[in-house]
Nanobody
Framework: QVRLEESGGGSVQAGGSLELSCVISGNPVCAHIVHWYRQPQGKERVMVAT???????NYADSVKGRFTISRDNAKNTVLLQMNSLKAEDSAVYYC?????????????????WGQGTQVTVSS
């Protein structure tokens, strides 16, 4: 089983910063690819950032240059640093590990989602 727990959400004014954390437990070695998704109230869940083995990253156009995804392997944690926050960044943010890219023995434990953390940006 791969368990994900997000934290770090909160309320901030536009232009401010927050850092979200996703702690991976159970079988963290199975998390070869980690995504951050967000879901604004009443809207669909969309991917905002991806980190894959080797340090490859990918970002949604809406957050490029403002958000940074990184990993602290010693703490089994994936971080999402969010700067220059805007009101439209307000959403519940989720950590996600897909089956894609995982070893065959990890697949029964995936995909995995965290419970989400709320980010509210006031303008």
């Amino acid at each position: 089983q791969v368990r994900l727990e997000e934290s770090g959400g909160g309320s901030v004014q536009a232009g401010g910063s927050l850092e979200l954390s996703c702690v991976i437990s159970g079988n963290p070695v199975c998390a070869h690819i980690v995504h951050w998704y967000r879901q604004p109230q009443g809207k669909e869940r969309v991917m905002v950032a991806t980190l894959a083995d080797g340090g490859n990253t990918n970002y949604a156009d809406s957050v490029k240059g403002r958000f940074t995804i990184s990993r602290d392997n010693a703490k089994n944690t994936v971080l999402l640093q969010m700067n220059s926050l805007k009101a439209e960044d307000s959403a519940v943010y989720y950590c996600h590990v897909p089956q894609e890219g995982s070893s065959w023995w990890c697949r029964p434990a995936l995909p995995s989602w965290g419970q989400g953390t709320q980010v509210t940006v006031s303008s």
